[in-house]
């Protein structure tokens, strides 16, 4: 991270299938803040929301267990790079600490991957009668009968309708799974 030209080898060049299931979501936390910064400073400016997506990503960068990563690092070099914009002064002091010896501002604007964005598994809200009894994670490419079964084979709802015919399963794809008895 010394080189003023390169601060950190791309992770583009690292598989999706190759990172575990904390740093996908982290490496997702950052493209979603690249894709939303972006079009906050585009155009109609919405400086609000664009912080309010730096502190996301620096609390997904907080959280992030492995601080060795190749994707903590690309994390912590993208959200200095859309710092830069509102607070260009500690943006570049920061990057300078990082070993970079080139301005921050002379530095490429992040690529987003939409490879990133794209969630595998979803956490599915299972309801009784309208009320929340559980959750369960299911793939996100599931269709509605396949969330449905996974639904009804959970022990959520096991425990929840045992002896109770089901007369009605109301599926809202990829949020939940309602079962009326």
Same mark, same amino acid.
């Given at each position: 991270? /010394?080189?003023? &030209?390169?601060?950190?080898?791309? !992770?583009? *060049?690292?598989?999706? *299938? ?15 803040? @690249? ?13 609000? /929301?664009?912080? *309010? ?19 903590? !690092? +690309?994390? @912590?070099? !993208? ?10 002064? @500690? ?26 964005? =794209? ?12 009320? /929340?009894?559980? !959750?369960?994670? =299911? ?8 969330? +449905? ?16 015919? @089901?007369?009605?399963?109301? =599926? ?5 799974? &309602?079962?009326?008895?």
């Amino acid at each position: 991270m /010394t080189n003023g &030209n390169s601060p950190t080898k791309s !992770t583009k *060049s690292i598989a999706q *299938s190759e990172l575990s299931k904390p740093e996908k979501e982290l490496r997702r936390a950052i493209h979603i803040a @690249i894709k939303e910064v972006t079009e906050d400073l585009s155009g109609d400016y919405q400086f609000n /929301t664009a912080v *309010s997506e730096l502190m996301k990503l620096s609390n997904a960068l907080s959280d992030f267990p492995v601080k060795g990563s190749p994707v903590y !690092t +690309e994390g @912590i070099v !993208t959200l200095l790079k859309l710092l830069a914009p509102l607070a260009p002064h @500690i943006a570049e002091e920061l990057w300078q600490k990082l070993g970079n010896h080139q301005s921050i501002h002379h530095q490429p604007w992040p690529q987003l991957d939409e490879a990133a964005l =794209v969630v595998e598994e979803i956490t599915l809200v299972i309801q009784v009668m309208g009320k /929340t009894r559980g !959750t369960i994670q =299911v793939p996100a490419n599931l269709d509605k009968q396949e969330l +449905e079964q996974s639904a009804r084979e959970s022990e959520v709802a096991q425990r929840y309708l045992e002896g109770k015919p @089901i007369k009605k399963a109301i =599926v809202v794809p990829n949020k939940l799974v &309602n079962f009326v008895v």
